[in-house]
């Protein structure tokens, strides 16, 4: 596998499991020093060790986290935490609703004010944003999630035309549903809202919507993830990236 990462250090948020931590395995097999953040220690340093990253414990629903990361020089950021809460509107927990944008949103915010300065200095950076094909379709049920993924949609964009003069692109990849815990969980909770058995959630709901029938793989998602932020991801800015099985084709 190329090197082309080489000398570049990546910040990966929800390194501990899933899509972050298939990313962090990614870009470091591309050269990078990744920095693997997540809010569970041992995730964390699980993953620091396998891909001889640092291990950086912080929970991005804190706004207080910024200060906890590591004080050096950030090429990428992959923005990747997350979770999932599902429920009707108006039996949405509000405070669950502000934790999902603090976490999906301000964060992300707040990372990129942070490294921007030192991205801007050294004339390169890359954002990928791990959106979701909720930043581009709605589903009932999922109103912090679609609001969040909406949102850090826009955000991404702004900082794409923000750090072009700079160097600095910023993207979005829109997964459909990945084989991860989240998903796992996600067909429980969308069994109870439907009142229907885990296995008929995924055929008759979850991919109902898609022309490929399957889940994606973590992998699949972090081989695009590693290309946008290689050499020949340098011209893709401002765009989100379906890798939704063909969700989104109809």
């Known amino acids: 596998m190329a090197k082309e990462l080489t000398g570049r250090t990546a910040l990966v948020t929800g390194a501990g499991g899933g899509i972050g931590a298939?990313?962090?395995?990614?870009?470091?097999?591309?050269?990078?020093?990744?920095?693997v953040v997540d809010m569970r220690a041992e995730a964390a340093a699980k993953v620091a060790a396998e891909v001889g990253g640092v291990?950086?414990?912080?929970?991005?629903?804190?706004?207080?986290f910024v200060a906890g990361?590591?004080?050096?020089?950030?090429?990428?950021?992959?923005?990747?935490?997350?979770f999932q809460h599902v429920a009707a509107i108006e039996?949405?927990?509000?405070?669950?609703?502000?934790?999902?944008?603090?976490?999906?949103?301000?964060?992300?915010?707040?990372?990129?004010r942070k490294v921007l300065p030192g991205m801007y200095a050294r004339g390169w950076g890359r954002f990928v944003n791990i959106s979701s094909v909720h930043g581009l379709r709605a589903s009932a049920y999922k109103s912090a999630y679609t609001a969040a993924k909406h949102a850090l949609e826009g955000f991404s964009k702004t900082l794409a035309l923000e750090g072009a003069p700079h160097g600095v692109t910023s993207t979005c990849?829109?997964?459909?549903?990945?084989?991860?815990?989240?998903?796992?969980?996600?067909?429980?909770?969308?069994?109870?809202?439907?009142?229907?058995a885990p296995d008929e959630v995924v055929s008759e709901i979850m991919l109902a919507p898609a022309a490929i029938?399957?889940?994606?793989?973590?992998?699949?998602?972090?081989?695009l993830v590693a290309y946008l932020c290689g050499p020949a991801g340098g011209f893709i800015t401002g765009v989100s990236l379906p890798v939704d099985g063909g969700w989104t084709a109809r």
């Open 91 to 112: 039996e949405f927990p509000p405070e669950t609703f502000s934790a999902m944008l603090r976490v999906m949103v301000e964060a992300p915010f707040l990372i990129a």
């Open 213 to 223: 029938k399957r889940l994606i793989e973590p992998e699949e998602v972090a081989e």
């Open 69 to 82: 990361l590591p004080d050096e020089a950030v090429d990428i950021v992959v923005n990747n935490a997350g």
């Open 22 to 35: 298939a990313c962090a395995r990614r870009l470091a097999a591309a050269g990078a020093r990744v920095l």
């Open 173 to 196: 990849v829109c997964p459909g549903y990945v084989r991860t815990a989240l998903v796992e969980a996600q067909i429980a909770d969308q069994a109870r809202a439907h009142g229907i």
């Open 55 to 64: 291990p950086v414990v912080a929970d991005l629903g804190d706004p207080g």
